[in-house]
């Protein structure tokens, strides 16, 4: 499997929130500029199911989108611009 360059991966299993959010917004501060430009995409995989709504909420209201989907017992959680 190649790696997507416009994919930026964030694998958190095994944090839960407040950490999930934390770590998620500190890579969104690094790579800010790429999302909001649509050229990247931030995915983040979580086991946390709280993550699923502190994560969306709070990228929301930085005018980011964000998609939640299950994926085998994991959730991805894809961030982009709006």
């Known amino acids: 499997m190649t790696h997507d360059p416009r994919i930026i991966p964030l694998d958190i299993q095994g944090q839960i929130c407040p950490s999930c959010l934390l770590l998620t917004l500190k890579l969104l501060n690094e790579s800010g ?3 909001r ?5 931030l995915e983040v995989l979580t086991d946390d199911r709280q993550a699923t709504t502190t994560i969306p909420d709070a990228v929301a209201k930085m005018g980011y ?4 989907t299950r994926d085998a017992g994991l959730y991805r ?3 982009d611009a709006r």
């Open 65 to 68: 989108r964000c998609e939640v």
């Open 33 to 35: 500029a790429q999302v």
């Open 77 to 79: 959680l894809r961030i």
């Open 37 to 41: 430009a649509g050229t990247a995409v």
